[in-house]
């Protein structure tokens, strides 16, 4: 089974930004729909931005209009361009397939937001 890895978190102050990335080997993401997920301290993973096999996308409310979610179907990449950040999207960011995450999660990358 593809295990997508994440990368791209990092510590910020509150305003900036990063990119982050989950490539999935096996040329295969073409195939699939696939989501950024994220668990913050004391929290319940929750979804972060999705998107289709089309190009659909979707994005939590707290989210909107500061993160991004695109692919690159050739590179097998799913990114997640995130701006204004806020100490409150400090969290463990994973990505899996969406709207049907796998009970199988990677190590994720860690996004910190602190002054």
């Known amino acids: 089974q593809a295990q997508p890895v994440e990368s791209g978190g990092g510590l910020v102050t509150p305003g900036g930004s990063l990119r982050l990335s989950c490539v999935l080997s096996?040329?295969?993401?073409?195939?699939?729909?696939m989501g950024w997920y994220r668990q913050g301290p004391g929290k319940q993973r929750e979804l972060v931005a999705g998107?289709?096999?089309?190009?659909?996308?979707t994005y939590a409310d707290s989210v909107k209009g500061r993160f991004t979610i695109s692919r690159d179907n050739s590179e097998g990449t799913v990114y997640l361009q995130m701006n204004n950040l806020k100490p409150e999207d400090t969290a463990i960011y994973y990505c899996?397939?969406?709207?049907?995450?796998?009970?199988?999660w990677g190590q994720g990358t860690q996004v910190a937001v602190s002054s």
């Open positions: 899996n397939l969406h709207p049907n995450p796998v009970d199988s």
């Open positions: 096996g040329n295969i993401l073409s195939l699939l729909g």
């Open positions: 998107i289709s096999q089309g190009g659909t996308t």
